[in-house]
T-cell receptor, first 112, second 114 residues
Framework: DGGITQSPKYLFRKEGQNVTLSCEQN?????MYWYRQDPGQGLRLIYY???????QKGDIAEGYSVSREKKESFPLTVTSAQKNPTAFYLC???????????FGPGTRLLVL | QKEVEQDPGPLSVPEGAIVSLNCTYS??????FMWYRQYSRKGPELLMYTYSSGNKEDGRFTAQVDKSSKYISLFIRDSQPSDSATYLC??????????????FGGGTRLMVKP
């Protein structure tokens, strides 16, 4: 089955802790994206990557970091500098010539 | 002013009603238009995809684009309780040098009551 997987489904972060959210796709897509969604709100772009070993900041990159060492994987780290990390995090991917983006199931991050 | 505006709702309708969901936008360069459906605590799933102006039908769903008015619509016929979800519109220009970057509306929450 082709698709995008995100893990874990729920993640708890303690004060001052860095946590990493996993995103994997087997669609052979070149581009991958991370979004943050707050309750009752739309999607805000955190980071995106069009190719391996390259990525760009989105609208709300502060307090987050990413890597793109493999085409299939685009992990997101929520650092301790992100003071309000509680949100629903969505990963998406698209092919270079593709028309649109396809989303994973999401990870809900909660602060203890 | 946001680039894409979408009424957040909630929009509550009885089962079997025709639902109209809408987005307005300000960027005349937008050429590709999408509708995503998002169930609570799930990722958005692509429902409809259209290019430029006109209509596109898929089962009970019809997407309509009016570029002259910068207005897109999603119609749902014979609405079902299973259609209860948040509907997000998204759009992008023809040439997207920054990758397939989409601009999203804030989503409309739809509730279909049995």
């Amino acid at each position: 089955d082709g698709g995008i997987t995100q893990s874990p489904k729920y993640l708890f972060r303690k004060e001052g802790q860095n946590v990493t959210l996993s995103c994997e796709q087997n669609l052979n897509h070149d581009a991958m994206y991370w979004y943050r969604q707050d309750p009752g709100q739309g999607l805000r772009l955190i980071y995106y990557s069009q190719i391996v070993n390259d990525f760009q900041k989105g609208d709300i990159a502060e307090g987050y970091s990413v890597s793109r060492e493999k085409k299939e994987s685009f992990p997101l780290t929520v650092t301790s500098a992100q003071k309000n990390p509680t949100a629903f995090y969505l990963c998406a991917s698209s092919s270079t010539a593709g028309e649109t983006q396809y989303f994973g199931p999401g990870t809900r991050l909660l602060v203890l | 002013q946001k680039e894409v505006e979408q009424d957040p709702g909630p929009l509550s309708v009885p089962e079997g009603a025709i639902v109209s969901l809408n987005c307005t936008y300000s960027n005349s360069a937008f050429q590709y238009f999408m509708w995503y459906r998002q169930y609570s605590r799930k990722g958005p799933e692509l429902l409809m995809y259209t290019y430029s102006s006109g209509n596109k039908e898929d089962g009970r769903f019809t997407a309509q684009v009016d570029k002259s008015s910068k207005y897109i619509s999603l119609f749902i016929r014979d609405s079902q309780p299973s259609d209860s979800a948040t509907y997000l519109c998204a759009m992008r220009p023809m040439n997207n040098n920054a990758g397939n970057m989409l601009t999203f509306g804030g989503g409309t929450r739809l509730m279909v009551k049995p």
